[in-house]
């Protein structure tokens, strides 16, 4: 190899380790840049709240989300939404117990059932992080307040839903987001509290949706082929709806069943305009996530002279959605 040869090569090797050096700095520069505008981001507002949901991509919580974000902007607040993948209790006490670390200055989150919950409410009582719960409460938590819906008073609505639109004996089916959610329990409490004195209306059957389409499919589909004598289904949950229609397309298209759903997802609705619900109980979750932010800045000054701030709950029909688009037009 000549002179010529050798001094070529080392030129492109000093080239090659001038740009990788560059591109090193360069990358470096940036995701420390990234970092340091993320890390900043929360001493940029007034207050650092944590907002912790059930399930992170639930369209359900994303409309809590979007009100609780819409009164954070409002009022200059960092508003830090987490949640597990999938409904899973354990994870979201890991994030409960993770923003009291973070030292936040308050945290939303949706009440769970068991003295762990009311072991880290306690814990972020004792450093002076206020708590809010919201879609589910727990009373016997040290919680400053409760945001969202009458849980048991909305299963009074599906219980009385079914008495004021059916006649004759009713074999229900009863489809329910999950046996250890709060929320689902008094839901399931009010339906039967207001169905006792009429005996012509009887639960045969409750499963478990897990709070998905698929799973109130599945449900829909197990109870129906077990009990082909139901004549009516309830869902509690936001996608049992959904569910039930596909569950009852699947094993029995012709079945003429009075269906009614839970929450006001767009999709609910089209099924109601469709005539294949009979109706949905309608919560109002944006304006739950933008009261508890609002409950939240006010507990940063003094404590409430109230703790419970129960939402809008009320049947939704047919005729509402039609009469609420033709008022739109006029």
């Known amino acids: 190899m000549n002179l010529t040869s050798k001094s070529l ?4 090797g000093v080239i090659l380790f001038l740009i990788s050096f560059i591109g090193m700095i360069y990358f470096g520069y940036k995701t420390f840049y990234i970092e340091a505008e993320n890390n900043m981001a929360p001493q940029e507002y007034t207050y650092h709240f944590a907002l912790i949901a059930e399930e992170s991509a639930n369209d359900y919580w994303r409309l809590i ?18 949640a597990p993948q999938k409904a899973d209790n354990d994870e979201m006490l890991k994030l409960l117990d993770r923003m009291i670390s973070a ?6 989150t949706q009440g769970i059932e068991g003295d762990r919950f009311i072991d880290i409410v306690h814990k972020a009582t004792e450093r002076g992080i206020p708590v809010v719960t919201v879609d589910t409460d727990i009373k016997s938590s ?6 969202g819906t009458d849980n048991f008073y909305a299963g009074q609505l599906l219980g009385n839903a079914i008495i004021d639109h059916t006649s004759g004996e009713q074999y229900v089916g009863v489809v329910t987001g999950r046996f250890d959610a709060v929320n689902q329990q008094e839901r399931l409490e009010g339906l039967k509290d ?6 012509r209306i009887q ?20 109870m129906l082929k077990e009990y082909p004598s139901i004549t009516a289904l309830v869902g509690t949950s936001a ?14 298209p012709n079945k003429d069943l009075y269906m009614v759903a839970f929450d006001v997802l767009p999709e609910t609705l089209q099924l109601i305009l469709q005539e294949r619900i009979d109706g949905t109980i309608s919560q109002a979750p944006k304006e739950m996530g933008y009261s508890s932010v609002e409950v939240m800045l006010d507990l940063q000054t003094g404590d409430l002279l109230k703790n419970e701030f129960f939402t809008e709950t ?17």
Do not use: W
């Not at 090569?9 to 492109?12: A, G, N, Q, T, V």
């Not at 040290?142 to 945001?147: G, I, L, P, Q, S």
């Not at 207001?194 to 005996?199: A, L, S, T, W």
């Not at 009320?314 to 006029?330: F, M, P, Y």
């Open 239 to 252: 996608l049992d709806g959904f569910g039930m229609v596909e569950g009852l397309r699947e094993i029995a």
């Open 194 to 199: 207001v169905i006792k004195d009429h005996p």
């Open 142 to 147: 040290e919680r400053k307040a409760y945001v």
């Open 203 to 222: 639960i045969v059957s409750i499963k478990e949706s897990n709070i998905t389409e698929v799973g109130a499919t599945q449900a829909t589909y197990s």
């Open 103 to 108: 030292q936040v200055d308050g945290i939303i």
């Open 9 to 12: 090569i080392y030129l492109i």
């Open 314 to 330: 009320k049947l939704i029909q047919k005729h509402d959605l039609e009469a609420e688009e033709n008022g739109v037009r006029r």
């Open 65 to 82: 989300e979007q009100g609780a974000k819409e009164a954070a902007k409002e009022h200059d607040i960092y508003l830090e939404y987490v």
